[in-house]
């Protein structure tokens, strides 16, 4: 098995714990008042192993096969580098208000500091990074296509649900930090 290939798969599985751990160590320390998740959660679980089976399987084909793959390895491994940081950034930044599901907590607070004051969703922008970057080191266009078109749907359901349930729970205080920020790209979406 190629190098590459082993070092992808790993890290793949790595971040899969490292979310894991993440949710486990978050549901642990939490009084949830209110959920609002709508399965939302496990849709989102359902569309990033679609994506991730169907974007592997194929990768392992000469179907959709860029022959640049030292390039592609090294761009793809910069986009998941980039990915984490933000992703592990808007973590740290929520400190007590991350979840998981879509939730309101004991003395829930809107954060609007560091990178949420430019965007709202700077977890989900992560994330979609990352998954960006290991299709990429797959090195197959129609990879990547496989792993982003079912996680973006699946991400943007989430945001849905998420924004409502928000604006719901917080009202106009949401309401205008809409107006204020973009959902993932800053001055663009």
Known sequence: ????????????????????????????????????????????????????????????????????????FVIGSFFVIIGLIIRVTSILTLKQQFTYTVTKIENHELIQAGIYKKIRHPGYLGQLIIFLGISTCLSNWISILLMIIPVLLGYLNRIIVEEKFMVRHMGQKYLDYQTQTKRLIPMIY
């Open 1 to 72: 098995m190629n190098i590459k290939l082993i070092i992808i798969i790993a890290f793949s599985v790595l971040y899969g714990i490292f979310e894991i751990f993440m949710s486990r160590r978050q549901q642990s320390k939490r009084e949830i008042s209110t959920s609002g998740d709508k399965g939302s959660v496990w849709l989102l679980t359902l569309s990033i192993s679609i994506g991730f089976w169907l974007s592997f399987i194929m990768a392992s084909t000469k179907i959709g096969r860029i022959y640049h793959w030292d390039i592609l």
